[in-house]
């Protein structure tokens, strides 16, 4: 597609529940990017992807969180014994290269709400 | 750690005023500068990117400058329109190997800007 493309748009699950969010990258950009939008947070970095691979999952807020890049494309982010504090706007970027000096494009978001 | 400030955290000004809209930052060691807008329940709308080696670079209204030894950015927008109310934020892109960490971006909270009609 035209641009960054995350599904679902909204999410309400109960806590405790896994939850598992997507990302469809701009075709031919190699590079994928997480981050988390919380209200009086702001923007936070979670974990970036050069092709497939993710080098550094330091900036993922608990082991409750994964995230894997399968044929360099489509990327997923799961939240595993989801809790309120996951509450957040989930969203994904992707640039042409990670080394590379062209900007991220965003998509919309995932807004996950945990009751 | 990187540390991103955006001042002020709100403005509203009348339509057809000149505005700037500060960033500045703590560490130096960036590979690159971006400013972005993000309207309510959207993703960020990129405006303009600055690399390390560059001053300054324009976009129609809009105009970004950098002084990356003071850790500071600036965006300015000429002649505002009601339709440039949004929240802007500038993000910073650590340099590779500056033991950052990741390749994430650093954001600031943002400021809020209201062009009355």
């Known amino acids: 597609g035209a641009g960054v493309s995350q599904s679902p748009s909204n999410k309400v699950t109960e806590k405790g529940k896994d939850v598992e969010l997507r990302c469809d990258p701009i075709?031919?950009?190699?590079?994928l990017y997480w981050y988390r939008q919380s209200l009086g947070q702001g923007l936070e970095f979670l974990i970036y992807?050069?092709?497939?691979?993710?080098?550094?999952k330091s900036g993922l807020p608990s082991d409750r969180f994964s995230a894997e890049r399968t044929g360099g494309s489509v990327s997923t982010l799961t939240i595993q014994r989801t809790q309120q504090e996951d509450s957040a706007v989930y969203l994904c970027?992707?640039?042409?290269?990670?080394?590379?000096?062209?900007?991220?494009?965003f998509g919309d978001g995932t807004r996950l709400s945990i009751l | 750690k990187q540390e991103v400030t955006q001042i002020p955290a709100a403005l509203s000004v009348p339509e057809g005023e000149n505005l700037v809209l500060n960033c500045s930052f703590t560490?130096?060691?960036?590979?690159?500068l971006q400013w972005f807008r993000q309207d309510p329940g959207k993703g960020l709308t990129s405006l303009l990117l600055i690399q390390s080696s560059q001053r300054e670079q324009t976009s129609g209204r809009l105009n970004a400058s950098l002084d990356k030894s003071s850790g500071r950015s600036t965006l300015y927008i000429a002649a505002s329109q009601p339709g440039d109310s949004a929240t802007y934020l500038c993000a910073v892109k650590p340099r590779m190997g500056s033991g950052g960490g990741a390749d994430g971006l650093t954001f600031g909270k943002g400021t809020h800007l209201i062009i009355q009609p």
């Open positions: 970027a992707s640039s042409s290269s990670v080394v590379s000096n062209q900007p991220q494009h």
């Open positions: 992807f050069q092709g497939n691979s993710a080098p550094d």
């Open positions: 560490d130096s060691a960036i590979y690159n």
């Open positions: 075709s031919g950009h190699t590079a």
